[in-house]
């Protein structure tokens, strides 16, 4: 879980263009969305496609994301129930 | 009808064009066939935030924006116009990029959002959090030129005050591979100060962002005054001449007038001929510079020679590296600008001194 975690934070700097971060900016727990890491709905976007091609997870309900995106833990739990690749 | 004034300018180029109390006083010297703009301090300019999804022509032009803003000294104008021969290349590369590496699934917004020509319209409206006219020119070589005939017209009329103008364009990586499987892009290094002399095909390509505040109010600021444009789709190089004395003519002035001509010669053996035309013909006697060794080619960089002429004229200056000829003047009153991508998109531009 903790290498998915350490995945995750690299792959958001990445896909986000999150310059001047690193992962040890990122906090487990931190809230992705806004007064934590302050994403917006373009990076919630990016972070299905993410899942979709990284994971083989597709997101049929926009609903969803709001409780899986809510931290780097919370994403990691749902990739590791979900994922197919 | 009133008069359009160059109130202030702001370069981001190949050469340390971004602090506008340097006129060119310090140049770097190129031996390449690719040439990338300097890059400023964006963090100066744009919140790290909003500069993440931003290409660099975009960013290149929100500063350029900032700089003409800040020496015009203004918060906000009326419209932004802006020219741009490719538009947001990189992104539009990264989109297609995308498209054929992922078998057309796994797209993501951000490239195709920012991939569109006006995005960097929308851009500097959105940091200047300006809601007024927002129009983009893609034209070719002639994108800029195109942007300056609204502008003036807008102006003249009184429909706006204060307008932002710019060219803008930016490297792709992708793209300069095709250019140079056309010959658009020279095969071999070419030295900025032998550029004229390369007798090969293609150009030197670059990049860039030159932005300018027009104005129907002349302030102490104020850099000249833009007389007349004039775009020319295309023009036979025997007819070349007699379209400059026309050009002039309208403005009732004669080849005589014209203290320098500004050149757009990019080195490029098959189209340079256009405009030796001219340096050998009427323009012979006349004072004559150059700026594309400085600046490289690309579709806006007429826009460099419009911020080079605008300096010109304010600081009453010619500096020595892109003068053409020999010939020596004591003032600068009118500058005339000719400029031609292959032998397409020709311009006329003259601006004056206030």
Not at chain 1, 18 to 35: C, N, W
Not at chain 1, 55 to 78: C, H, Q, V, W
Not at chain 2, 227 to 243: A, E, F
Request: aromatic share 10%; with cysteine.
């Amino acid at each position: 879980m903790d290498a998915l975690k350490q995945e995750l934070k690299e792959n958001i700097i990445e896909q986000l263009n999150l310059e001047d971060m690193t992962p040890a900016d990122i906090a487990d727990d931190d809230m992705l969305f806004g007064d934590g890491l302050g994403l917006d709905s373009i990076d919630a976007l990016e972070l299905i496609v993410m899942l979709d091609k990284n994971y083989g997870i597709k997101l049929t309900d926009p609903k969803e994301g709001r409780t899986i995106f809510e931290s780097i833990n919370t994403m990691a739990a749902y990739i590791t129930e979900h994922r197919s690749k | 009808m009133k008069r359009v004034y160059i109130n202030s300018v702001g370069s981001i180029s190949a050469q340390k064009t971004y602090e506008n109390n340097n006129f060119l006083s310090e140049i770097i010297e190129y031996n390449d066939t690719v040439i990338p703009a300097l890059d400023p301090n964006y963090k100066d300019y744009i919140p790290p935030a909003a500069a993440r999804r931003m290409a660099k022509g975009i960013k290149m032009s929100i500063v350029a924006s900032k700089i003409a803003l800040q020496d015009a000294g203004l918060e906000q104008v009326d419209a932004i116009i802006t020219g741009t021969g490719m538009g947001c290349l990189r992104d539009s590369e990264k989109f297609l990029s995308n498209i054929l590496d992922n078998d057309e699934q796994y797209l993501t917004p951000t490239p195709f959002i920012q991939s569109t020509h006006n995005t960097v319209g929308g851009q500097i409206a959105l940091e200047l959090q300006c809601k007024g006219y927002n129009f983009t020119y893609v034209h070719g070589s002639s994108s800029f030129e195109s942007c300056l005939i609204d502008a003036k017209l807008q102006l003249e009329q009184n429909e706006a005050q204060n307008i932002l103008v710019g060219g803008v364009d930016e490297i792709g990586e992708h793209t300069v591979k095709l250019l140079k499987l056309v010959d658009q892009i020279k095969t071999e290094p070419v030295k900025s100060s032998e550029l004229l002399l390369s007798n090969t095909k293609g150009v030197v390509f670059s990049e860039g962002a030159n932005f300018f505040v027009f104005s129907n109010q002349q302030q102490s600021s104020t850099y000249a005054e833009i007389v007349g444009v004039n775009i020319y789709n295309t023009l036979p190089k025997d007819g070349i001449s007699y379209t400059a004395e026309n050009f002039l003519k309208d403005y009732n002035l004669s080849v005589d007038d014209i203290d320098l001509v500004v050149l757009g010669n990019n080195g490029d053996v098959r189209y340079d001929d256009y405009y030796s035309t001219l340096t050998s013909g009427i323009f012979k006697e006349i004072l004559q510079a150059y700026y594309k060794h400085l600046s490289g080619e690309f579709h806006t960089a007429s826009s460099f020679g419009f911020w080079l002429a605008a300096n010109i004229l304010k600081a009453q200056s010619l500096p020595d590296l892109v003068k053409l000829n020999d010939k020596n003047i004591s003032q600068f009153k009118n500058i005339l600008l000719y400029n031609q991508y292959c032998g397409e998109n020709h311009s006329f531009t003259l601006l004056r001194k206030c």
